[in-house]
């Protein structure tokens, strides 16, 4: 079998186990906030959360055209189809390390970091295509400071058109309100995140020559939003934790304003086509919301903890990929 088809195969497979894990690592996300107010059992929570970031992946294709072409020229790639394989095996590994230690870190950081790094190591800092490469890095490190904002804003818009209004009441009709505002999360979830996955494959088609636009296929649409909805199924319980408990005690009114806020801020972006660290946008939209109620309740030595995390993903992936992509070179 021809050298290319099989890197390409593992490819794919390696990008669907990505897209797998992503959803699983990133289900947290999605419906933590709901999950800790007791809006819906984790088993509901899961069944929504899969069902809309299905839904949600087959909708755009905008941020994987962005994933295929920004970052690096995949039409003249040197050794293209190693580097997009050191880097899925360099995002994967880092994913599962931080899954195991129960710490929300960006999937979408470590991926465009691994692709930065493998490239890198595989053509030297000429490869990267600066331009489009700021602009993705821009959207991830603004996003989460604009969801901290509209976090801010929309709880205190709650706060004060709800300051005279019964208590029982008003938790119980926020309770309900977190099942719409759940779902549309994680419909934004997919929206994003399964993109870039798309974008990774189709990278791949191209430098295998087995594709020749940065038109998203269809079977390729509809693999990554499978394993998008299968890996969101199995769920992310030790981020769950972290999310929708430990930055701040979360109350329905704050679980609605924090799903709320991130998925205006992650639909937004999908709709520029740029592509979003989920994770940073929610964990920053629930900093927001305490920040608005009370200042001191937000737990913030845990959200320094999950920053670092943030600071560090991108050059570690990167780092890992270059690696990765040295030992690859010396078996194909």
């Known amino acids: 079998m021809d050298m290319i088809l099989v890197l390409t ?31 819906l059992t984790p088993r509901q929570a899961i069944i929504l959360a899969a069902t809309m970031n299905f839904i949600g992946a087959l909708t755009f294709t905008g941020v994987a055209k ?19 394989l050191a880097a899925l095996v360099a995002a994967i590994a880092w994913n599962l390390i931080t899954w195991y230690y129960g710490i929300p870190s960006s999937s979408s950081h470590a991926l465009i970091g691994s692709v930065a790094g493998a490239a890198i190591s595989a053509a030297g800092w000429d490869v990267i295509h600066y331009q489009g490469f700021l602009k993705i890095l821009e959207s991830l490190i603004i996003s989460p400071f604009l969801a901290m904002g509209v976090g801010f804003v929309i709880m205190s818009l709650f706060r004060f058109l709800f300051k005279d209004a019964n208590l029982t009441r008003t938790t119980k009709g926020f309770r309900l309100f977190q099942v719409v505002t759940a779902a549309l999360q994680a419909y934004t979830h997919g929206t994003n995140d399964a993109q870039k996955t798309m974008g990774i494959i189709t990278m791949a088609l191209i430098a295998a020559e087995m594709h020749h636009s940065d038109v998203v296929p269809e079977w390729v649409r509809i693999s990554a939003a499978l394993a998008m909805g299968l890996g969101t199924a199995v769920g992310g319980w030790k981020i769950i934790k972290t999310v929708g408990g430990k930055i701040m005690k979360i109350r329905p009114v704050n679980g609605a304003a924090a799903d709320l806020s991130s998925a205006l801020v992650i639909f937004s972006a999908t709709l520029l086509h740029l592509p979003v660290s989920t994770t940073h946008v929610i964990s920053s939209a629930i900093m927001g919301v305490g920040a608005a109620q009370r200042v001191k309740g937000v737990k913030w030595g845990v959200a320094r903890r999950i920053v670092l995390t943030w600071i560090i993903t991108l050059p570690v992936s990167a780092l890992i990929a270059g690696f990765v992509y040295q030992i690859l070179r010396l078996f194909f």
Do not use: Y
């Not at 999605?30 to 999950?35: F, G, K, R, Y």
């Not at 962005?66 to 997009?84: A, H, R």
């Open 9 to 39: 195969i593992f490819i794919v497979v390696f990008a669907l186990a990505f897209d797998f894990i992503n959803g699983f690592h990133d289900t947290a996300n999605a419906i933590a906030t709901s999950v800790s107010t007791r809006a």
């Open 66 to 84: 962005t994933i295929t072409k920004d970052i690096v020229d995949p039409f003249t790639l040197e050794n293209g189809s190693l580097v997009i």
